[in-house]
């Protein structure tokens, strides 16, 4: 297979009956440290106050980083969590989500326990499918369900690109993370091949970029072009200290400082998104 049949092959629309209204988006990357949590939140956020999506973050990172960048918008604590709807305890998805007092946005507790569930899995009959399954309900209470996967390509990140109809692969400008975008998707190919599911890669997403350092950058940047093509997003995310001083306070960086680069960055990101899954906007009055 050529790499332009491979690259249409990867971006290309699945045709998946009796699919509920939500656009399932799964934000995955094989190596931390990439902007993975980062940018669910802030995407999710935009897609909520800019564009009028009801939308559906779900923290499947057992870190809990999405409740420590929403600390301020939303309390953090559910008896029920992630792992108990995972490991089918006669729970709904809907049953742990919470809203914020961000309009139009929900979101899923942290559940540190996420990591021995995910031990658990792995001998379950289906597990690929569990999250899938979880997500029935919530496609037709939301527009966008975004899931912020661990940073790695265990059963949970499985869960999330079988769950989802897209995906999203931060990487930033590193060799590391370059090695990381080229596994995550030989698996999203597996999936298609395997298990007949046409999750597509909605885009690969430059972060951290550094024009200080532009050598290394404009390499980076040279060889995603050069290997992914379409498939990479025009938008860049820069290095922004209002980012990571957001995430320190809680809140989203649109609130913290709607100004800088980060914030201008993802609000540019969620148009681009939401055009890519084919949303029409409806912007705030």
Known sequence: MSLSDRIKRLAGLADEPGRGKAHVLAVAAQKGGVGKTTTAVNLAVAMAR?????????????????????????????????????????????????PTRIDLLSVTPSDKGLASAEGVLAGRIGKEFLLRGALRKARERFDVVVLDCPPNLGNLTLNALMAA???????????????????????????????????????????????????????????????????VLPTRIPVSSALARAQMEGIP?????????????????????????????????
């Not at 370059?178 to 999750?199: K, N, P, Q, S």
């Open 165 to 231: 109809d897209a995906c999203l692969v931060p990487c930033d400008m590193s060799v590391l993370a370059m090695a990381g975008v080229a596994d995550l998707l030989a698996v999203v190919e597996t999936l298609r091949d395997r298990l007949d599911h046409g999750v597509r890669v909605l885009g690969i997403l430059p972060t951290r970029v550094d024009r200080r350092n532009a050598r290394v950058t404009d390499a980076v940047l040279a060889g995603l072009d050069e290997a992914y093509g379409d498939l």
């Open 50 to 98: 800019f564009a009028n999506q009801r939308t559906l973050l779900v923290d499947l990172d057992g870190q809990g980083h999405v409740a420590t960048s929403l600390a301020s918008v939303y309390e953090d604590g559910s008896p029920v969590s992630m792992s108990d709807v995972l490991l089918g305890h006669g729970r709904d998805l809907l049953e742990i989500v919470h």
């Open 253 to 285: 960086v649109f609130d913290f400082d709607p100004s800088s680069s980060g914030a201008i960055a993802y609000r540019a990101l969620s148009d681009e998104v939401l055009a890519r899954l084919g949303i029409g906007v409806s912007r705030p009055s």
